[in-house]
């Protein structure tokens, strides 16, 4: 019986902390397009205004960020405070995951909403550099995908 729970609880575990773990933000350099613009920011010549919503979508960028860690730290101190319970309730676990997951769903799509804003008022010229930069970026990670997959058939 203790096997089957720890059984249990290890699985549960691992989901929250994967759930967890899968709602913080892409490094830069891992294929994200707005980590992309981000990157491009001399090459694009913004204007005043551009300037402006520039700032902001990096803000909000950062709160989202932010958030996403907070969120993360409170789960794992609920998780550890459950841990230290007789019986844990998982199902609780399970809800406080969820409820993270939702939370930092929400903050990821402001902050994509602030970056389309901004990409929206970009010039044809401005888009293209955008465009460039996204197709090497993808070119490079399946350069990379490649690379990975011939080692490990090795």
């Known amino acids: 019986m203790k096997r089957i729970l720890l059984l249990v609880f290890a699985t549960v575990l691992s989901g929250v902390a ?75 676990l399970a809800a406080q995951a969820d409820s993270v997951q939702e939370q930092n769903s929400a903050a990821r799509k402001a902050a994509r909403s602030a970056w389309l804003a901004l990409y929206s008022t970009f010039t044809p010229e401005q888009k293209g550099v955008v465009r460039d930069a996204i197709q090497a970026r993808m070119a490079k990670m399946e350069s990379l995908r490649a690379n990975m997959k011939e080692r490990l058939s090795q």
């Open 18 to 92: 994967v759930s967890a773990l899968s709602q913080m933000p892409a490094p830069h350099g891992h294929g994200d397009p707005f980590s992309v613009i981000e990157s491009l920011k001399g090459s694009l010549n913004l204007n005043t205004s551009q300037q402006q919503q520039w700032d902001s979508a990096v803000a909000a960028s950062q709160s989202a960020r932010q958030a996403m860690r907070a969120s993360f730290a409170q789960l794992k101190a609920a998780t550890q405070a459950e841990l230290a319970k007789a019986e844990p309730d998982l199902g609780a």
